[in-house]
């Protein structure tokens, strides 16, 4: 009774944001939809030819392929961040979670040039190898996918940290000292407590990262090479150079429907949760 009571407040609450958000998305969305279906030959024309074309294809895979592993190495990483800030006294915490939000209060365009500089054949990076062994060292590290992954990762990793965060800090003290007291070893207390317990913010930071990843444009196209465009560089790519907005508008349809196959299922998953 009282979940249903909380249920009805917080929608009563939320409505007002919920409809200015629909206000806003929705006119783009339903002219992105409309023009999709406005083919030469036919209302489905635009989705038939992107799906035949080789170029489509390969970009979708290069996608899939990108999110799914800057996903992981994000998950990773923003998990070894949010298990050390779990473990800090609260006012260390709020100082270092500071920290960890500070990449967003820089642009991502900027932090992208940044990484060029970083990263480039006579970056930071690379002079200080050649300076450290003598020779002259050119590692390829940026405009391929190294410097693709590097990029994501920087952008995706505080927003793994944020929702694995709170699953760690959720779980209650008196389970370690439980394991502790029956014999366990901090490894075991880490894979058969903390790991178990933290399901919920990884899976919560894992799907969102996913999705972000899913339509990342500004970090494929400055620190990715050719080879490593994705969708988002495809629809700028039938946008501004073909001007062919049916196949551009067609590919952001298919792009969105994607995102929400995974959007969906974690909405559902975490409404059960409340």
């Not at 294809?57 to 800030?85: E, K, M, P």
């Not at 062994?133 to 505080?158: A, E, H, I, K, Y």
């Not at 700028?236 to 067609?250: G, H, I, T």
Request: net charge positive; hydrophobic share 55%; aromatic share 8%.
């Amino acid at each position: 009774m009282n979940r249903s009571i909380d249920l009805k407040v917080q929608s009563l609450f939320m409505s007002p944001a919920a409809l200015v958000a629909a206000g806003i998305i929705l006119p783009p969305l339903c002219y992105v939809l409309i023009t999709s279906f406005q083919g030469d030959t036919g209302p489905l024309s635009a989705y038939k030819l992107i799906v035949e074309s080789s170029l489509f294809r390969q970009t979708l895979a290069t996608t899939l392929g990108v999110a799914s592993i800057s996903s992981v190495l994000s998950l990773i990483l923003g998990y070894i961040v949010a298990l050390h800030l779990a473990r800090q006294h609260p006012n260390r915490r709020t100082v270092l979670m500071v920290l960890i939000l500070l990449p967003f209060w820089t642009s991502i365009l900027v932090k992208c040039f940044a990484f060029t500089i970083i990263l480039g054949r006579h970056g930071i990076i690379n002079n200080l190898l050649s300076w450290a062994s003598g020779f002259d060292v050119q590692l390829p590290l940026v405009l391929n996918r190294v410097g693709l992954f590097v990029g994501m990762t920087n952008f995706l990793v505080p927003l793994v940290v944020l929702p694995v965060l709170a699953s760690l800090l959720a779980i209650d003290s008196t389970l370690y000292r439980a394991a502790s007291v029956m014999g366990a070893k901090p490894a075991r207390m880490f894979w058969t407590v903390t790991v178990p317990l933290s399901v919920p913010g990884v899976v919560a930071g894992l799907l969102s990262v996913f999705v972000m990843s899913l339509g990342a444009f500004v970090i494929p196209a400055l620190l990715g090479g050719p080879q490593d465009q994705m969708l988002s560089n495809l629809v700028d790519f039938y946008n501004r150079q073909v001007l062919d907005w049916p196949k551009a508008s067609a590919i952001s349809v298919i792009l969105l429907a994607l995102a929400s196959i995974f959007i969906v299922p974690m909405a559902l998953w975490r409404r059960r949760k409340i």
